[in-house]
Nanobody, 121 residues
Framework: QVQLVESGGGLVQAGGSLRLSCAAS????????MGWFRQAPGKEREFVAA????????HYADSVQGRFTISRDNAKNTVYLQMNSLKPEDTAVYYC??????????????WGQGTQVTVSS
């Protein structure tokens, strides 16, 4: 069982940066691939980024490639999402998720409660 808690969301102007954190508790964090997803009002949840348990392989959605960076610190049981050059269309609730398989779909086993990111124009 893995529990996930996101933090670091907030209000930022377009062009600004935020770093989201996702703290995991429970056993075996380093065995899980981690993903970030987001859901904007009236839209379906969408994939943002994912990282393998080792951190060696990362995947990004085209819409965030080059602007967002996913990383993890297994010693701290934490995964991060550094978001730069933010745009108003990045406004959404951001969720982290854990699964034993690196994936881009939303079939992750464990999910956090989400953190709101709002980008003003």
């Amino acid at each position: 069982q893995v529990q996930l808690v996101e933090s670091g969301g907030g209000l930022v102007q377009a062009g600004g940066s935020l770093r989201l954190s996702c703290a995991a508790s429970g056993s075996g964090f380093s065995n899980y691939a981690m993903g970030w997803f987001r859901q904007a009002p009236g839209k379906e949840r969408e994939f943002v980024a994912a990282i393998t348990w080792s951190g060696r392989i990362t995947h990004y959605a085209d819409s965030v490639q080059g602007r967002f960076t996913i990383s993890r610190d297994n010693a701290k049981n934490t995964v991060y999402l550094q978001m730069n050059s933010l745009k108003p269309e990045d406004t959404a609730v951001y969720y982290c998720a854990a699964d034993r398989v690196l994936r881009r779909d939303d079939k992750y086993e464990y999910w956090g409660q989400g953190t709101q990111v709002t980008v003003s124009s």
